[in-house]
């Protein structure tokens, strides 16, 4: 059988499906997907208030405020986000010469803010949590006027910008949940610095959790599946990883210290992929969803596979690397950590600029 448009129509499919490519579908969600959708959603919410909480027990107000009084490494932060990943998404959709709507979603996702798993790793990392923490807060609050002028610049060759719809609600309650925890976290190191430091051990753990869990979550969440063009895989691989590697060495190029490079590394590269499906839906039609939707996931995956290998081989150099100095300096170095560990709140770390 073939429709109005002379397009063969597949039995394959299911009646209810609401996206269809021969035999590929996205099914509508049953009520039990509905239900399971709000309660994890809901769990999911509450957990990351926990976590970015604890992560703000590791953030010191005098150290907090030095960033917002003198913001160079936020400024830095500032370039990589809306200047480095916006042209990153713009040159990868030129170079693999995608469907017009497929360079939209790609720069959709490079022009959203950070991410909050970025905190996490930062903090497995040991990077500037104080930095982390201020960089995530002033995208997310920045992405209110950038992400429209950098989509108006970059997207007007594929598309009407008018056509993007950007939630700012979702932008404000992203605020509002980073914002709210992390202060009442920065008051408990403030008042109770001892107790901020086991919630802070706690809520890392837990922070770690939550980022393999959301991960599996969205796989679960759908099922059935569409063909996407091994293009947008290619895409979502490389990007993330331009990411973390031009946000590093822009970094360094600004001259900050190591640990702050890591710090910028992680916040350029980790995308809030949340908000860029939640542009995608409210953007576009189920027709053109079928060529893009999963690519918000693609780079999901691919942005926590570098991240986890990153930290890695942070983990096996750190490890390798104070052993070394040990042998050699052995009580001095000890000293010299202890002190710096103070300074860096509660890290442990023989870096220097």
Same mark, same amino acid.
């Not at 996702?109 to 040991?126: E, F, H, K, L």
């Not at 190029?253 to 409210?282: D, H």
């Given at each position: 059988?073939?429709?109005?448009?002379?397009?063969?129509?597949?039995?394959?499919?299911?009646?209810?499906?609401?996206?269809?490519?021969?035999?590929?579908?996205?099914?509508?969600?049953?009520?039990?997907?509905?239900?399971?959708?709000?309660?994890?959603?809901?769990?999911?919410?509450?957990?990351?208030?926990?976590?970015?909480?604890?992560?703000?027990?590791?953030?010191?107000?005098?150290?907090?405020?030095?960033?917002?009084?003198?913001?160079?490494?936020?400024?830095?932060?500032?370039?990589?986000?809306?200047?480095?990943?916006?042209?990153?998404?713009?040159?990868?959709?030129?170079?693999?010469?995608?469907?017009?709507?497929?360079?939209?979603?790609?720069?959709?996702?490079?022009?959203?803010?950070?991410?909050?798993?970025?905190?996490?790793?930062?903090?497995?990392?040991?990077?500037?949590?104080?930095?982390?923490?201020?960089?995530? &807060?002033?995208?997310? =609050?920045?992405? $209110?006027?950038?992400? !429209? #002028?950098?989509?108006? @610049?970059?997207?007007?060759?594929?598309?009407?910008?008018?056509?993007?719809?950007?939630?700012?609600?979702?932008?404000?309650?992203?605020?509002?949940?980073?914002?709210?925890?992390?202060?009442?976290?920065?008051?408990?190191?403030?008042?109770?610095?001892?107790?901020?430091?086991?919630?802070?051990?706690?809520?890392?753990?837990?922070?770690?959790?939550?980022?393999?869990?959301?991960?599996?979550?969205?796989?679960?969440?759908?099922?059935?599946?569409?063909?996407?063009?091994?293009?947008?895989?290619?895409?979502?691989?490389?990007?993330?990883?331009?990411?973390?590697?031009?946000?590093?060495?822009?970094?360094?190029?600004?001259?900050?210290?190591?640990?702050?490079?890591?710090?910028?590394?992680?916040?350029?590269?980790?995308?809030?992929?949340?908000?860029?499906?939640?542009?995608?839906?409210?953007?576009? &039609?189920?027709?053109? =969803?079928?060529? $893009?939707?999963?690519? !918000? #996931?693609?780079?999901? @995956?691919?942005?926590?596979?570098?991240?986890?290998?990153?930290?890695?081989?942070?983990?096996?150099?750190?490890?390798?690397?104070?052993?070394?100095?040990?042998?050699?300096?052995?009580?001095?170095?000890?000293?010299?950590?202890?002190?710096?560990?103070?300074?860096?709140?509660?890290?442990?770390?023989?870096?220097?600029?």
């Amino acid at each position: 059988e073939f429709d109005n448009s002379g397009k063969q129509n597949y039995t394959a499919c299911p009646a209810n499906a609401t996206i269809c490519d021969g035999a590929s579908c996205v099914l509508t969600e049953d009520n039990f997907n509905q239900t399971l959708s709000v309660v994890l959603s809901t769990v999911l919410t509450i957990m990351l208030a926990l976590v970015m909480f604890s992560m703000g027990c590791n953030v010191e107000i005098k150290n907090f405020l030095g960033h917002i009084k003198r913001p160079w490494g936020i400024f830095v932060g500032f370039l990589c986000q809306f200047g480095i990943m916006p042209l990153t998404a713009f040159l990868l959709s030129l170079a693999f010469g995608i469907l017009p709507i497929q360079a939209v979603v790609v720069m959709i996702m490079g022009c959203c803010p950070g991410g909050t798993a970025s905190n996490v790793i930062a903090y497995w990392v040991d990077g500037d949590m104080d930095l982390s923490i201020s960089m995530t &807060t002033c995208s997310t =609050l920045l992405a $209110m006027g950038m992400m !429209p #002028l950098c989509l108006f @610049i970059y997207t007007k060759m594929w598309t009407d910008a008018d056509a993007i719809v950007l939630p700012y609600n979702s932008i404000g309650l992203s605020l509002v949940a980073l914002v709210v925890p992390v202060s009442v976290g920065i008051f408990v190191n403030h008042k109770w610095p001892s107790k901020a430091k086991i919630i802070l051990k706690v809520g890392s753990i837990v922070g770690a959790v939550l980022i393999v869990l959301t991960a599996v979550v969205g796989g679960i969440l759908y099922k059935g599946s569409w063909v996407i063009t091994p293009k947008l895989w290619i895409i979502g691989t490389i990007f993330p990883a331009a990411g973390y590697t031009l946000g590093f060495f822009l970094a360094r190029l600004a001259g900050l210290s190591w640990n702050r490079c890591r710090t910028v590394s992680l916040e350029t590269g980790m995308q809030n992929t949340q908000l860029c499906s939640t542009i995608v839906q409210l953007s576009f &039609t189920p027709e053109q =969803l079928e060529l $893009m939707f999963t690519f !918000p #996931l693609i780079y999901s @995956i691919f942005q926590l596979l570098f991240a986890a290998l990153i930290l890695g081989g942070y983990r096996l150099y750190r490890r390798r690397h104070i052993k070394t100095k040990t042998d050699v300096e052995k009580t001095p170095q000890k000293e010299d950590s202890k002190s710096e560990a103070k300074i860096n709140g509660g890290f442990v770390s023989d870096e220097i600029k």
